[in-house]
């Protein structure tokens, strides 16, 4: 696990801060988790970032994106200084080398009609809604599913303040996936907790990605998320927003559009 270094200005802070904070799950998360089931496997889990009190709040607002995506948010918007991290005493944790960055791939995103629909719904239930819509989404965009989703689960644990497994900082993801002919899909729910009773934050989404090989950069034909802000003790996990992205067509749109309507006490399908 990486030592507590603000992503966006390098600096060390106490990590009794509260500031390891967990976003969308990207394709290199879910390569991470299954490597992660091996005995003795560690490490960081690619969709979490520290983030020092100053920036940990915008942060927040972004978690249904992913780290990179948040990131290149934030640093756009940041007009600070990014200083070489501070070293803390002469532990070889403090000593933290450089950080090397792959070339960004092509933008998966490319080509999509975005938005944003305000919604009120506990994350949970949306995760079980986005369940229901996938293979009606599917039809609409007539693609094949001719495959079940398999079911896979997965906790993280976050050892920190002297607290360890299976007495620390926890994230579960529960996520349904399947690919066939190209087409990946699947519906997902990330769950990040301080304690059985405490929910930090909590996401859910419904992507549908076409690669015609696994050598091939994924390209987004439809992706679906929400979530929750942090949350503090006794806080409802509600989303407020979900954001959308598709391929022009007006029908799927439409589809869509629909969905979201449901998603607010009140509302329904028309």
């Not at 991290?85 to 975005?114: F, I």
């Not at 293979?135 to 002297?162: F, Q």
Request: proline content about 9%.
């Amino acid at each position: 696990m990486r030592p507590p270094i603000c992503e966006i200005c390098n600096e060390r802070f106490d990590s009794g801060s509260e500031g390891l904070i967990s976003f969308a799950v990207d394709a290199q998360t879910e390569d991470f988790d299954r490597r992660a089931e091996q005995p003795g496997f560690v490490g960081h889990r690619p969709n979490r970032g520290w983030f020092c009190p100053n920036h940990a709040s915008a942060a927040r607002e972004l978690v249904d994106l992913t780290l990179g995506d948040a990131l290149s948010a934030l640093r756009a918007t940041s007009s600070e200084p990014k200083p070489e991290p501070k070293p803390s005493g002469d532990s070889a944790e403090a000593q933290v080398p450089p950080t090397r960055r792959r070339p960004r791939r092509p933008d998966a995103d490319a080509g999509l009609v975005e938005a944003e629909v305000a919604v009120d719904i506990d994350v949970f239930e949306l995760h079980k809604q986005l369940l229901v819509f996938r293979p009606v989404l599917m039809a609409a965009l007539g693609l094949p599913d001719e495959v079940e989703l398999e079911t896979r689960t997965k906790r993280s644990w976050t050892p920190m303040d002297g607290a360890r497994e299976p007495h620390c900082p926890y994230s579960d993801l529960l996520a349904s996936e399947a690919q066939h002919n190209g087409i990946e899909q699947g519906v997902s729910l990330d769950s990040s907790w301080w304690n059985p009773d405490n929910l930090a934050n909590a996401s859910a989404r419904l992507y549908i990605i076409d690669r015609p090989s696994p050598n091939d950069w994924a390209s987004y034909v439809c992706r679906l998320s929400g979530a929750t802000d942090h949350l503090s003790n006794g806080d409802d996990p509600v989303v407020r927003m979900l954001r959308i992205g598709h391929r022009e067509d007006a029908g799927v749109a439409a589809l869509i559009a629909d969905f979201a309507a449901g998603l607010s006490p009140g509302g329904s399908a028309s």
